[in-house]
């Protein structure tokens, strides 16, 4: 299945994508995303446990995914 | 009465208030966020700022919704700003209002607390010297801007 990434900020720039559409197994769970994106070029710049958001909202590793969810990497946040 | 919203242009803190204003609010307090000149010792030229914006309105609302019902219901109003701002523009501002000050002021409170907290908008600060870097990645080198 086919999942929608987003990245933003520090982590956009190190990875060198914005958006990315990544082909997971049925089943995958927040936790495969994050394994794609850390075998990446560049995400050796990324802590090794950052926030990720699925469809908008935080959400933890063990979230089942499905197919066109999108699955955010946010960093640390820094408004005001 | 609730209001949350990112802006591209200049935040109107007055048109806020007037959202938030009432014949019942005898107290009406606010925070405005304003980029200034120096972060960390060094001379800032101005800040970019950008959003994961579905998620980023979505938390701003959550988070007034909270206000208004952790806080004797009072009606709050915060916006936040995207894109390029230079020294002195507001890049947030809230503004709660209640009969009464106590509520209002613990509200504006918490409001600015979380959204620092929670809300994924980040910065970009451009400094002095040509220079850039993403606030949350102090340890990188920053990025040299040619021409």
């Given at each position: 299945m086919q999942v929608g990434v987003l990245l933003f900020a520090s982590y956009a720039d190190a990875i060198g994508a914005r958006t990315l559409r990544v082909?997971?197994?049925?089943?995958?769970?927040?936790?495969?995303?994050?394994?794609?994106?850390?075998?990446?070029?560049?995400?050796?710049?990324?802590?090794?446990?950052?926030?990720i958001a699925v469809n908008a909202e935080y959400a933890p590793l063990d979230r089942a995914l499905a197919a066109g969810d999108e699955v955010a990497f946010i960093p640390p946040v820094a408004g005001g | 009465m609730t209001?949350?919203?990112?802006?591209?242009?200049?935040?109107?803190?007055?048109?806020?208030?007037?959202?938030?204003?009432?014949?019942?609010?005898?107290?009406?307090?606010?925070?405005m966020g304003v980029v200034r000149d120096v972060n960390e010792g060094r001379a800032v030229a101005g800040i970019e700022y950008t959003a994961y914006e579905e998620m980023a309105q979505r938390e701003?609302?959550?988070?007034?919704?909270?206000a208004a019902s952790r806080f004797d219901n009072v009606s709050v109003a915060v916006q936040h700003r995207l894109g390029e701002l230079s020294l002195g523009e507001i890049s947030v501002a809230i503004v709660v209002a209640h009969?009464?000050?106590?509520?209002?002021?613990?509200a504006c409170r918490y409001v600015i607390e979380e959204l620092k907290k929670r809300v994924p908008i980040w910065k970009r600060e451009h400094y002095a010297d040509g220079s850039r870097a993403w606030v949350d990645d102090r340890n990188a080198p920053a990025t040299e801007v040619v021409g």
């Open positions: 082909t997971l197994p049925h089943g995958a769970r927040v936790q495969d995303a994050l394994e794609y994106v850390r075998g990446l070029p560049g995400a050796e710049r990324l802590p090794p446990a950052p926030l | 209001h949350a919203a990112l802006v591209r242009q200049p935040i109107d803190v007055s048109g806020l208030t007037s959202l938030v204003a009432s014949h019942a609010a005898g107290a009406i307090t606010g925070f701003m609302e959550q988070i007034v919704h909270e009969a009464h000050r106590a509520p209002a002021l613990d």
